[in-house]
C-alpha cells in the first residue's frame, strides 16, 4: 500500500510543471512608441474593451499620452490613445471608478472614465487631487477603513503616502476626501521612494484591518484608516533614489500570521526576502533572504508579484531586472526570474528559476490569463531603454505566453 501511495505521489509530482525558461514563450505586445525611444510609465493590464480578453496600458514618457493596447492575437496588437498629463507617472491602477461596469484607469493625480467607447474615443480625463504636484511612484487599492468599498493609496516621495475614499459617485475634477498616513517619506527627511507596490496593504498586526508597509518601516492602522502609528523595521536598501522596494503581505508559512514578501529596487544587487512575522502584539519581524544561483550581480528588481504560475497550488515569486542604464545587472544582462516554491509545511522554501535571458529587462509587470488558456501570463513594459537590448535599443512592452495549459501540437500524418 505504502509503495502505491509513493509511486502516486512521485506521478504527481512528474505531472507538474516545473518552472524554467521552457515554460514561457516570449511575445511582444509593441516594439515601439511615438517619438524617439526613452521609455513607459504607468501600466495596466485590463479588458478595456469588455471583449473578454486583457489588454494593456502605458503611458509614453516621450510624448506624454497614455495609450492601450487592444489584444487582437498572441501577436497582433492594436494601439489606442487613451489621455495625456504633463507629469511623467508611474503608479497606475485599472479601476471601474464610477462603477458604471468599464474599466477606468488611475494614474497620478488623475483617473481616466472609460467611456465605453474606448476604441473609438479618448478616455475623459479628471482630476482627483489637484494639490499632487509631482510623480506618484505607487498606488494600491485596498479597504483601509474597513467599510467594505475599495479605497486608494497613493505614495509619491515628494508628496507623502495618502489613503482617498472614492467617493460613490465622483464628480468631474473633485478632490476626493484625503487621509495622510505620513509624510516622513520626502526627499528632505526620511528619503524613501517606493515600497507598498503591489500589495504592501494588509492586516500584520491580526487585528483585522489594513496596515502599510514602507519599506524600512509599517504603519498601524490604529483607528479606520484616521490613525497611524509608525512601525520601525531593521530592513530596507537604499538606492540612488532612497529607499525603494516592492512588496506584498502574505502568511507563507501558514501560522496566521502575515508576512511580507519584499525585492529591492531602483539599485543595483537587489535581493528577494520575506520578512517572518512572530505573531507577537505588536509584530516582530525576522528577514530570511532568497539564495541567487544564476550568474553575476542581480541589476534592479522593479518588478514583484505572487501568483500560482506552475498550478501546483502555492504562489511563486515572480521579479524583473530591469534595462534602466544605471543600474544594469553586472556579469549578465537583464532577467526575468521567479523563485519556485518548494514549501513543504511550514518550512519555507523557494528556489530561483531563470525565464527569460534574451536581453530584455522589465519594470513592475501585471500578471493574468492573456492568452485564455487557464493559466497565468506575464506582461511588462520598460522605463528607460538600454541601447542593448535586443529589440535594437527600441521601447518594448513584452508578454510572456504560460505554456503550462497549452495543447501539444499534433503528431504529424
Known amino acids: 500500500m505504502r509503495t502505491l501511495v509513493m509511486m502516486c505521489l512521485f506521478a504527481s509530482m512528474a505531472a507538474q510543471a516545473q518552472i524554467s525558461s521552457a515554460l514561457f514563450r516570449h511575445h511582444y505586445i509593441a516594439r515601439e512608441l511615438p517619438g524617439t525611444p526613452l521609455g513607459a510609465g504607468a501600466s495596466a493590464l485590463a479588458d478595456f474593451d469588455k471583449d473578454g480578453d486583457l489588454d494593456f496600458s502605458v503611458y509614453n514618457r516621450r510624448d506624454g499620452k497614455l495609450y492601450w493596447f487592444e489584444q487582437t492575437a498572441k501577436d497582433s496588437w492594436t494601439r489606442h490613445l487613451a489621455g495625456e498629463f504633463r507629469i511623467s507617472q508611474l503608479g497606475c491602477v485599472p479601476l471601474d471608478v464610477d462603477a458604471d461596469g468599464w474599466i477606468d484607469i488611475v494614474v497620478g493625480g488623475y483617473w481616466f472614465r472609460n467611456t465605453g467607447r474606448a476604441r473609438t474615443e479618448p478616455f475623459v480625463r479628471y482630476t482627483y487631487d489637484s494639490k499632487i504636484q509631482y510623480e506618484i511612484h505607487d498606488i494600491v487599492i485596498a479597504d483601509i477603513d474597513g467599510d467594505g468599498r475599495n479605497d486608494l493609496t497613493v505614495l509619491g516621495d515628494r508628496d507623502g503616502c495618502f489613503w482617498y475614499s472614492i467617493p460613490p459617485k465622483p464628480a468631474q475634477d473633485a478632490d476626493w476626501p484625503r487621509t495622510?498616513?505620513?509624510?516622513?517619506?520626502?526627499?528632505?527627511?526620511v528619503d524613501t521612494h517606493a515600497g507598498i507596490h503591489p500589495a504592501g496593504i494588509g492586516d500584520l498586526d491580526g487585528d483585522g484591518d489594513a496596515d502599510v508597509?514602507?519599506?524600512?518601516?509599517?504603519?498601524?492602522?490604529?483607528?479606520?484608516?484616521?490613525?497611524?502609528?509608525e512601525r520601525r523595521l531593521l530592513f530596507g536598501k537604499r538606492g540612488p533614489w532612497g529607499f525603494s522596494a516592492r512588496s506584498w503581505i502574505k502568511d507563507l508559512n501558514g501560522d496566521g500570521a502575515n508576512d511580507i514578501v519584499?525585492?529591492?529596487?531602483?539599485?543595483?544587487?537587489?535581493?528577494?526576502?520575506?520578512?517572518?512575522?512572530?505573531?507577537?502584539?505588536?509584530?516582530?519581524?525576522?528577514?530570511?533572504?532568497?539564495?541567487?544561483?544564476?550568474?553575476?550581480?542581480?541589476?534592479?528588481?522593479?518588478?514583484?508579484?505572487?501568483?500560482?504560475?506552475?498550478?501546483?497550488?502555492?504562489?511563486?515569486?515572480?521579479?524583473?531586472?530591469q534595462e534602466d542604464p544605471y543600474i544594469l545587472p553586472l556579469g549578465a544582462t537583464p532577467r526575468w526570474f521567479i523563485w519556485e516554491n518548494l514549501t513543504v509545511g511550514r518550512d519555507?522554501?523557494?528556489?530561483?528559476?531563470?525565464?527569460?535571458?534574451?536581453?530584455?529587462?522589465?519594470?513592475?509587470?501585471?500578471?493574468?490569463?492573456?492568452?485564455?488558456?487557464?493559466?497565468?501570463?506575464i506582461a511588462s513594459k520598460i522605463w528607460s531603454v538600454w541601447k542593448d537590448n535586443s529589440n535594437g535599443g527600441q521601447v518594448h512592452i513584452d508578454w510572456l505566453e504560460n505554456l503550462s495549459k497549452s495543447k501539444p501540437a499534433a503528431p504529424p500524418r
Open 348 to 377: 519555507v522554501r523557494f528556489e530561483e528559476r531563470v525565464i527569460l535571458d534574451q536581453r530584455l529587462g522589465g519594470h513592475d509587470v501585471y500578471v493574468g490569463d492573456i492568452d485564455g488558456d487557464g493559466d497565468l501570463d
Open 262 to 321: 519584499v525585492v529591492d529596487c531602483d539599485g543595483q544587487n537587489s535581493g528577494v526576502a520575506w520578512l517572518e512575522n512572530n505573531g507577537r502584539k505588536p509584530p516582530e519581524f525576522r528577514a530570511r533572504y532568497l539564495a541567487n544561483r544564476a550568474p553575476g550581480t542581480r541589476g534592479s528588481f522593479h518588478s514583484m508579484r505572487l501568483a500560482d504560475f506552475d498550478g501546483d497550488g502555492d504562489d511563486d515569486i515572480l521579479v524583473v531586472e
Open 180 to 189: 495622510t498616513i505620513t509624510l516622513d517619506v520626502l526627499n528632505a527627511r
Open 213 to 229: 508597509f514602507v519599506t524600512d518601516r509599517w504603519y498601524e492602522n490604529a483607528g479606520a484608516g484616521q490613525k497611524w502609528i
